[in-house]
């Protein structure tokens, strides 16, 4: 049941708090552990030992209940209660007294600040010219207490009192001596982050910025393909059998098993149809036209541009973040040679021997759904299939995925590129390369689809 | 918490028999150290004698194969969350390479100890960010900047702003003047005894540097072999006879700093 609670405990001493608790001894709050802690704070002002109030500024307060000291020592030791009002740690109190005497008390330290400012800011100071703070009563004090401490005196100051400062420890003098020696330095607060103007032409300079650096990059890019087809000993081989094993070999059995998995929902989506219409034959036509053309080279684009590509952006911007490829050009070596052509041969190898690959597997996928869905038998399906898709579809679906391998290899190692010396950068950089190289593919398998249908293929 | 706990007899760590095991390669055989409040206490010792690895175990990062470490008297490898949460308030680490996160801008990253663990309001957590990021001689102007915007030197005293923001009572320093050229380690050194001086700090250091070993350390232990070579002031170790220790203290770049030192 204790464990619903936290506590808080106040030790009173006589005498201070007259009105309310006319005794000394021991206070324990009681809060629910959700309600905000550590705001409890005891403000009492004495002014001339004929008044005094309490002001306990705790918003959240549940219960608080008064024990003799003897009782609630033992009631905190034997709960093993916080002990926030422990000798060591006891919350900072400020009292003043005759109207002249600011008596400061408790534990100046930063777990305290929050309710010592909301302290100092409720207190009416007195009227009086000159004010003397009476710190020798101040247990522990780290830098954020010695902050409010001298803020507040130097507000005293600046409204015309005089204020001393008497009985410091000694341990916190240093403390105190730093925090004013680095006061006017710090003062004048820390400078606000400028964000640049974002006008238009601040937008259009930042994009075609990204434009030419894009184009330099696809410019080197060409003149090293060709540089290595003239001299194919450039090219290196491990680094591009390494990526065909690492993007092509073992992306087979995710891309088999999508692949699949699309023949069988085209087939299904068609059977639905087709069979309302007796026409339960033509599913072949949709199967093979429709995997060979568009859906196989665009599921494995896409899916190499989400496992290889994000891969190549990480992989080169964490190079540049290790200085990698600043080592690589000051061997006198190229980046391009060494980490992006190998990585764009490979994709367009692999990506084109996956389609062919995802074409068999869907096309097995839609002549099973065919079969058990609407009575085409596997013969039929062949049979169908020779005479109604035409070549052509299988060429221009293959024909299409080099292309699809040239933008997702080239985007994310353009990205990778712009990654500058920052974590964040690393993901973002990485994200942009995915959906770019994603969005390019569709973009460029859209052009192919109207320039083809001009053509009549 | 610059508070009377400073003279306080208990030791603030004590690593008792340590060993420490990576597959078959033994980095410690049977470590035991005791560290004294107030004091900054260095540790030495050659390159992969396994220094940094013991801050590591030390500070609750890497557990140990073996033994027991003990910070404030608690032993960090049994501590639950809760508990490593509370010892963690306690001390702060500057890490070799700095540790900032490099999303946020210096000011930012030195507010993070006080936006999460307390709830002062953000005024007074500016002024406490200010005062820190001063105290560490860097220039106000640099509060609004990114780690990557920073030299080497400055983001080293940007992780120390970092580290003392709570007032801690521990403060551990991996190789702090490692890649510093010799005005800003110095400058360095000085502002580490300047910070143990105000804020009651014990210190413990990983370090190889000769000079900042003579001039700021207390005491120097020196790691070597998996164990702990000898312990005690520098003019101690400088008269010991172990032959890895006599080689790290005199050798040409040793015997300068220790001329320098008794110079000055």
């Known amino acids: ?316 911007g964490t190079m540049k973040v290790t200085e990698e490829l600043d080592a690589i050009r000051t061997l006198g070596l190229s980046p391009m040679q060494l980490l992006v052509l190998p990585r764009v041969f490979a994709l367009v190898i692999a990506v084109p021997l996956l389609t062919v690959y995802a074409d068999i597997l869907g096309v097995i996928g839609g002549a099973m759904v065919a079969s058990s869905q609407l009575n085409v038998s596997g013969v039929e399906f062949v049979g169908r299939f020779e005479e109604s898709v035409a070549l052509r579809h299988f060429f221009i679906g293959i024909g299409k995925a080099p292309c699809f391998a040239i933008i997702i290899a080239m985007v994310s190692c353009y990205q990778g590129f712009q990654i500058r010396g920052n974590v964040d950068d690393v993901g973002r950089r990485t994200t942009i390369g995915v959906v770019q190289s994603i969005f390019l593919v569709i973009v460029f398998d859209a052009v192919c689809s109207i320039i083809f249908s001009w053509w009549n293929i | 918490m610059a508070s009377g706990t400073i003279h306080h007899a208990n030791p603030v760590i004590e690593v008792s028999h340590v060993c420490t095991r990576f597959g078959d390669a033994v980095v410690h055989e049977d470590v035991n150290l005791t560290i004294r409040p107030g004091e900054i206490f260095a540790i030495a010792g050659g390159n992969g004698s396994g220094k940094s690895t013991l801050l590591r175990e030390i500070i609750g990062l890497h557990p140990q194969t073996e033994g027991t470490i003990r910070l404030f008297g608690q032993d960090v490898s049994v501590l639950g969350e809760h508990g490593a949460q509370n010892v963690y308030r306690r001390l702060g680490v500057m890490f070799q390479q700095g540790g900032l996160f490099s999303s946020l801008t210096l000011a930012e990253n030195v507010a993070v100890p006080l936006k999460e663990h307390t709830d002062v309001s953000s005024e007074l957590i500016r002024d406490i960010v200010a005062m820190k990021i001063v105290t560490v001689d860097l220039p106000m102007d640099s509060a609004g900047k990114f780690p990557s915007e920073l030299s080497g030197g400055m983001r080293r005293r940007a992780a120390l702003a970092r580290a003392i923001v709570m007032d801690p009572e521990l403060l551990f320093l991996d190789e702090p003047t490692a890649g510093l050229d010799p005005i800003i380690a110095a400058g360095f050194d000085a502002l580490v005894l300047q910070l143990k001086a105000v804020l009651g700090l014990t210190v413990v250091m990983v370090t190889h540097d000769l000079d900042s070993l003579w001039r700021i350390a207390d005491r120097v232990a020196v790691l070597g072999n998996g164990t702990i070579l000898g312990v005690g002031t520098m003019h101690e170790l400088a008269e010991s006879s172990d032959p890895i220790i006599h080689e790290y203290f005199h050798g040409p770049r040793g015997r300068s700093a220790q001329s320098q030192y008794e110079v000055s």
């Open chain 1, 1 to 316: 049941m204790w464990k619903k609670y936290d506590f808080l405990v106040g030790y009173l001493r006589g005498g201070n708090f007259k009105k309310k608790n006319p005794k000394s001894g021991v206070l324990i709050w009681f809060f629910k552990k959700s309600s905000c802690r550590r705001k409890f704070c005891g403000v009492v002002q004495v002014s001339g030992h004929s008044h005094c109030s309490l002001f306990v500024l705790e918003k959240e307060r549940k219960a608080r209940l008064w024990f003799p000291k003897p009782v609630g020592y033992l009631l905190t030791q034997f709960f093993r209660l916080p002990m926030t009002g422990t000798h060591q740690n006891r919350p900072p109190h400020v009292l003043i007294m005759d109207d002249a005497v600011i008596r400061c008390e408790g534990s100046w330290i930063i777990p305290h600040l929050t309710m010592l400012n909301t302290l100092l800011t409720e207190i009416q100071w007195p009227l009086v010219r000159d004010l003397v703070w009476d710190v020798v009563n101040i247990r522990a004090m780290d830098t954020g207490g010695a902050i409010v401490l001298y803020r507040t005196i130097m507000e005293l100051r600046s409204k015309g009192h005089q204020v001393s400062l008497e009985g410091l420890r000694p341990e916190f003098e240093e403390l105190m001596q730093l925090v004013s020696s680095h006061w006017d330095r710090v003062h004048p607060a820390l400078p606000v982050k400028e964000h640049k103007k974002k006008n238009f032409k601040w937008w259009v300079s930042r994009h075609t910025g990204h434009m030419v650096k894009a184009l330099a990059f696809v410019g080197e890019a060409t003149v090293h393909v060709f540089h290595s087809l003239r001299r194919p000993s450039l090219i290196r081989w491990r680094a591009l059998f390494h990526s065909l094993d690492r993007d092509g070999y073992h992306a087979l059995p995710i891309t088999g098993l999508l692949a699949f998995l699309m023949g069988v929902v085209i087939a299904y989506q068609g059977a639905e149809q087709l069979r309302q219409f007796g026409a339960n034959i033509f599913v072949v036509d949709l199967v093979g036209i429709s995997l060979f053309r568009e859906i196989s080279p665009l599921i494995v684009a896409i899916l190499i541009a989400g496992r290889s590509g994000s891969a190549y952006a990480a992989q080169i």
